[in-house]
């Protein structure tokens, strides 16, 4: 059973850069699946934001893609996520998740990142 | 961008009864609608995908229905374990989730 554990920094300041990262286990990040990040904000409930194979390809939303970068570390069998010029907007709940044909099927805990000077 | 809407946003239903949630897309999206349940402080639960497919592990009384632009996500018999927010989520192109339905036990 594949588990998925985010982690990064709570606390970001406005303008500046959110990073996570997203440690799988029981699995590889190798394998077939995408490997994708949703948030959760109260304001505009859950959102895709985006998904990247271990081929380095990735799909990100339109509406993020400016800001957005995703990567895979297959040596530390992790993926992460990068969003920069971040706002008040950006704060949320970050869920990393196994997906395959933008179905996400297992999905980490979730980490809470707020956007605050 | 296709944007999905659940009704109703919130339903409060006894144990026993039948719930119905409904989600419509705003184009034609086929079968490729998947639902979710999300438990307060948990991340979302994969319950039903292509519409009226059930996921393993997940209990019959679940199921799905519709194609086109209507879905519907029914409880046959709602138990107390059931109390959660439910979003439709369609992977016709790039994902969008409905709103979210939150189901309460009376």
């Known amino acids: 059973q594949v588990q998925l554990q985010e982690s990064g920094p709570g606390l970001v300041k406005p303008s500046g850069t959110l990073s996570l990262t997203c440690a799988v286990s029981g699995g590889s990040v190798s394998s077939i699946y995408w490997w994708t990040w949703v948030r959760q904000s109260p304001g505009k409930g859950l959102e895709w934001i985006g998904e990247i194979h271990h081929s380095g390809s990735t799909n990100y939303n339109s509406s993020l893609k400016s800001r957005v970068t995703m990567s895979v570390d297959k040596s530390r069998n992790h993926f992460s996520l990068i969003v920069t010029s971040v706002t008040a907007a950006d704060t949320a709940v970050y869920y990393c998740?196994?997906?395959?044909?933008?179905?996400?099927?297992?999905w980490g805990p979730g980490t809470l990142v707020t956007v605050s000077s | 961008d296709i944007q999905m809407t659940q009704s109703p946003s919130t339903l409060s239903a006894s144990v026993g009864d039948r719930v119905t949630i409904t989600c419509r897309a705003s184009?034609?999206?086929?079968?490729?609608l998947a639902w979710y349940q999300q438990k307060p402080g948990k991340a979302p639960n994969l319950l039903i995908y292509?519409?009226?497919g059930l996921e393993s592990g997940v209990p019959s009384r679940f199921s799905g229905s519709g194609s086109g632009t209507e879905f519907t996500l029914t409880i046959s018999s709602l138990q107390p374990d059931d109390s959660a927010t439910y979003y439709c989520q369609q992977y016709y192109n790039s994902p969008a989730f409905g709103q979210g339905t939150k189901v309460e036990i009376k």
């Open positions: 184009q034609n999206i086929s079968s490729w």
């Open positions: 292509k519409a009226s």
């Open positions: 998740a196994r997906g395959w044909q933008w179905l996400m099927s297992d």
